[in-house]
């Protein structure tokens, strides 16, 4: 039973830990991953993907679908979760605007007609910049 318990909290472990990251540089998140960005005070948790329409890339669709990604943004130790959409069928990143940053993200694995995505294989790969004004 020990054994067990302690191979779970590794596994848990490995989902839930935080990685250090800096403004414009890529980084990748799991569910349940944080990035901080420790010259800004700020940290972005991947929570969740409570959508994924996208259209499977082996597949003709008359709408190209999208994927909704719930975060958790903490800025100067205020936390507000916060939900970013990425259309499917794009290479592009999605951007978006929020505490003075801009966070442009991909979601990662790609929709397939004949594979399953589990919730452990979502991946985030975001950069978080200043935008200009």
């Known amino acids: 039973i020990i054994i067990m318990l302690s191979s779970i ?9 935080t990685i250090e990251a800096s403004l414009n540089e890529e980084f990748t998140l799991a569910i349940g991953q944080t990035a901080n960005i420790p010259s800004e005070n700020l940290s972005i948790k991947f929570l969740d993907v409570p959508a994924d329409s996208r259209c ?3 597949v003709q669709c008359i709408w190209a679908g999208e994927v909704t990604c719930a975060f958790e943004i ?34 990662e694995p790609y929709p397939e007609s004949t594979k399953q995505i589990k919730k452990g294989d979502y991946r985030v ?7 200009l004004y």
């Open 56 to 58: 499977a890339k082996d």
């Open 125 to 131: 790969k975001m950069t978080v910049s200043k935008p």
């Open 9 to 17: 909290s590794l596994l848990v472990g490995c989902t839930s830990r």
């Open 74 to 107: 903490t800025i100067d130790d205020v936390k507000e979760q916060i939900d970013m959409t990425l259309p499917g069928l794009t290479d592009a990143t999605a951007g978006q605007t929020y505490g003075n940053y801009r966070y442009k993200f991909t979601v």
